[in-house]
């Protein structure tokens, strides 16, 4: 799957992904209104504003960008009906042609795991027959609990020509309180633990390999770019997934070292930026009415921004 | 809620959750069979099952325990229906009296963070209202991402009077590859990443006290009984929740220290043990059909085991 992910980079020339986390706040009042019309102030009401919200903003910039990333957090938050809508999210992009990257952050004791990756990323026995849960192409995993929590994920996506995305360092302001802390590694040298989990990632990733890179890749937060140039020595081979670009702080220009010189190597996730850029000053003008559009204009503004960071490394 | 698990403990002299983690390889065919027959071997036809199931086990062992526990990563590989049974579920078990501990293991950057804390503690709100997406008393939290992962989980459980339990040392055998890892701390000691979680969660919990014990509680497996030595001394005010015992290996008589003198300080978690029961030797006697007494006499046991490991301390 990591190397339909570059194919599709290379194609549209966006190392981008966008994150689909609805919010009420973002979403205008139009659609709200309508939703709840229908359905009233209900978590069906609310499901129904996320749907009618992500299909414009899908419709807008599918043919700009390779992947979009939904939060499920967003959908989680209003119980089944969320659910059912992230799920139908999940397929309409499909049928868009974008590669549906989960950011689950699952990870558990490994018969739980195996759950999860076989929940959204394969299928479930049942009887004589399987069925899926969830349906994504790369999820998102927690390595908390170490190898035997992340290997079910692995091996799903193995079988299924899918991938995942192993946190290492993240974007948020504290992830440095256990992730930079100095850690005795294997060698007896001292090191960030982030650096720790980078080389268990490069490990894992070695046993996966589609064509240059692995089908495991690592989040690495546009937030830490001297860290990221760190991991990017330690994983050579593994594709970054870098949230944190935008709202978050992070610029193209910092991320430059994050790629590799055939500019590959890194997918750059924003969320807000897009989403909601009717409601920033610079894409005031697309009016609340024209959502969609401004989304567009921000994917081509930050593909621009991207670019010239890569032109300019 | 601390304070309620702790006076529901005393009150049944039962330490105990029961994990409510079905596996149609655990249900007997009877119940598979008819569920198949009514919705075929689909997702639906997995879920009547999960649900015709966890009723009889929990119809059998309600009274004799305080709280159940069940991992959600079962029912979510079944997609909607199988967390729409997740969801009946923790319905049934509030209607029997039961605390439910959502075991989900989520932890995110901070707004991710509040989103699940909003839909499985809280409610979220939706125009003029707000509405509850999953309703657990305590559920499961992942600290990889630090503080500000962690908060919001607090706050939304300090605002309902609910409660966590936070990831500090985990059951499973390759929980050592991080965890065990030997990091300086802030005063310049080299200790095993787990004790710097652990104080990390003695310093979140004593914000939160609810009697004796914080609604900060943690996750300390019963196959790891020395750790949990150490963890006791640094968590002096926090509940352990504790997993692994039985099928995974642990035993009574190492977790007596995980108790206080009062019989209180610890909740042990059995799945497999309990409600695969009747698949055990010890209790084929019961057969197929009564694999909810089969269940139930488990309990028994295992209140026997841990009683006696307590007294015997």
Redesign the interface.
């Known amino acids: 799957m990591i190397r339909r992910l570059n194919e599709a980079i290379l194609k549209t020339g966006a190392p981008i992904v966008v994150g689909l ?1 609805p919010n ?1 706040k973002f979403i205008p009042e139009t659609i ?1 209104k309508k939703a ?1 019309a229908e359905y009233g ?3 069906e ?2 499901a129904e504003a996320f749907w009618q919200f992500n299909r414009e903003i899908v419709d807008h910039v599918a043919d700009l960008i390779p992947a979009v990333k939904p ?1 499920i ?2 959908y ?5 009906p ?3 809508v992230y ?1 139908r999210t999940v397929r309409y992009c499909h049928e868009k042609g974008l590669i549906v990257i989960a950011d689950i ?6 018969s ?2 195996q ?2 990756a ?3 990323l394969g299928s ?6 399987s ?4 349906d994504a192409d790369f999820v998102t995993v ?8 992340v290997k079910p994920f692995i091996e799903v996506a193995a079988g299924e020509g899918k991938g995942i995305f192993v ?1 290492v360092k ?10 930079d ?5 294997g060698r007896g040298q ?1 090191r960030p ?1 982030y650096e ?2 980078g080389e ?1 990632v490069d490990t894992w990733g070695s046993g996966l390999m589609d064509g240059e890179y692995s089908d495991v890749g690592a989040v690495v937060g546009a937030t830490y770019p001297e860290q990221g140039r760190a991991l990017r020595q330690i994983m050579k081979h593994t594709v970054f997934l870098v ?1 944190g670009y935008g709202a978050q702080g992070g610029r193209g220009r910092d991320l430059a070292h994050f790629f590799h010189p055939d500019g590959l190597g890194a997918i750059v996730n924003s969320s807000r930026g897009i989403i909601a850029a009717w409601k920033e000053e610079a894409y005031a003008a697309y009016g609340e009415a024209a959502f969609g559009e401004a989304a567009r204009a921000a994917v081509v503004a930050m593909k621009e921004d991207i670019r010239g960071a890569l032109e300019g490394k």
Chains 1, 2 share one sequence.
Do not use: C
């Open positions: 986390d009420l709200r709840f102030e209900t978590a009401g609310a939060q957090a967003m989680e938050q209003f119980g089944l969320g659910l059912a799920d952050k699952r990870g558990d004791i490994g739980t795991s759950a999860y076989l929940g959204h479930t026995p049942v009887g004589g027959t069925v899926r849960g969830f927690n390595p908390y609990l170490g190898s035997d929590g946190l993240t974007s948020n302001p504290s992830s440095s309180e256990l992730q802390l100095m850690v005795q590694d001292m633990l720790v989990v268990l949230p």
